[in-house]
């Protein structure tokens, strides 16, 4: 076959073509310090940054509604504790009051400070974190409890909310409980009438009105009873609660580390050895000056080149 100028010239320009773009695929990797800037470079390790990339995104949110679970339980905990300093102090009350040998001045003072308490547990019944109330179910924006006229004039603390559970997703496929509903804190069973339910601010207002009009047997029986029963419910809760946010710190941790671990992998896949690139961007432009070099002595100059 005979070789000519233009074909020579034209596999020489070739030659310099291919080794500009490997030298400029190294110095691409040079600039950006990541392995792959496009699928085309390494389409498996594409699919596995894709898939890493994606795995990360869900686990960020994943931590985020962790972090909102913590920060709800965490509001619930501190109103728990409300609750019970509150009906800690009722139950003292209680027990005094009891007394037959208390006159009635001493006890219109106790009925008094009973009223100052049941409104500090309707407050703590209206918790709210940035605007969502804590104790409403999943009526977050209404106000859970509210006083009513009852039918004899007296007034009574209703709820409004719901038994609706808000259920946050804090891994792929788990999901938790983060609220306790006003029925199930402050309603208990009454112990020992099935099907008869009692709820703190019914034991109360029945406490006040028992401490004003003298009747120690009521408070002394029934009040102190459904109290302690009101009591234990809240504990119970208390410690429902507890339990949740001991899971939620743990699972705050694996996401810490599983991100990590994603993360490293993330990382493997898409930065650069900085000396193993640079060595082979080295060689590479050392190639390409050699083809340069030995593409000028190839093309020797034609007839046409005298001809000018």
Same mark, same amino acid.
């Given at each position: 076959m005979r070789v000519t100028n233009q074909m020579l010239s034209s596999n020489v320009l070739q030659n310099i073509q291919r080794n500009l773009g490997s030298m400029q695929k190294y110095q691409e990797q040079l600039s950006s310090g990541r392995s792959v800037s496009k699928p085309s470079d390494n389409p498996m390790s594409t699919v596995r940054i894709m898939s890493l990339n994606t795995s990360i995104k869900g686990n960020e949110q994943h931590k985020k509604n962790i972090d909102s679970g913590i920060s709800w339980l965490g509001a619930t905990d501190s /109103?728990? *504790?409300g609750v019970r300093d509150v009906m800690q102090r009722s139950r003292e009350l209680c027990v005094y009051g009891a007394s037959d040998t208390l006159s009635d001045d001493s006890r219109l003072a106790l009925a008094h400070e009973v009223e100052q308490l049941r409104d500090n547990l309707m407050q703590i019944a209206n918790s709210d +974190?940035? %605007?969502?109330? +804590?104790?409403? %179910?999943?009526? *977050? *924006?209404? *106000?859970?409890? @509210? &006083?009513?006229? %009852? &039918?004899?004039?007296?007034?009574? @603390? &209703?709820?409004?909310?719901d038994g609706g559970k808000l259920n946050w997703e804090m891994a792929k496929g788990v999901t938790m409980d983060v609220n306790l509903t006003g029925e199930e804190l402050f309603t208990f069973e009454v112990d020992g009438e099935e099907g008869e339910e009692g709820n703190l601010f019914d034991v109360l207002n029945t406490l006040e009105k028992a401490l004003i009009d003298g009747d120690t047997d009521k408070i002394s029986n029934e009040i102190l009873k459904n109290m302690d029963e009101g009591i234990n419910n809240v504990l119970n809760h208390t410690s429902v609660v507890g339990a949740r946010m001991n899971r939620l710190e743990m699972a705050t941790d694996r996401s810490f580390e599983d991100n990590l671990n994603m993360t490293t992998g993330l990382t493997e896949l898409y930065d650069i050895d900085m000396a193993e690139v640079l060595m082979n961007y080295? =060689?590479?432009?050392? =190639?390409?000056? /050699?083809?340069l070099s030995t593409g000028a002595r190839a093309v020797q100059p034609s007839l046409v080149d005298y001809l000018r």
């Open positions: /109103a728990l *504790t +974190i940035e %605007g969502r109330h +804590i104790f409403g %179910g999943h009526k *977050t *924006t209404d *106000t859970p409890y @509210v &006083e009513e006229a %009852g &039918e004899n004039g007296e007034t009574k @603390v &209703e709820y409004k909310g080295k =060689v590479q432009e050392n =190639v390409y000056m /050699a083809s």
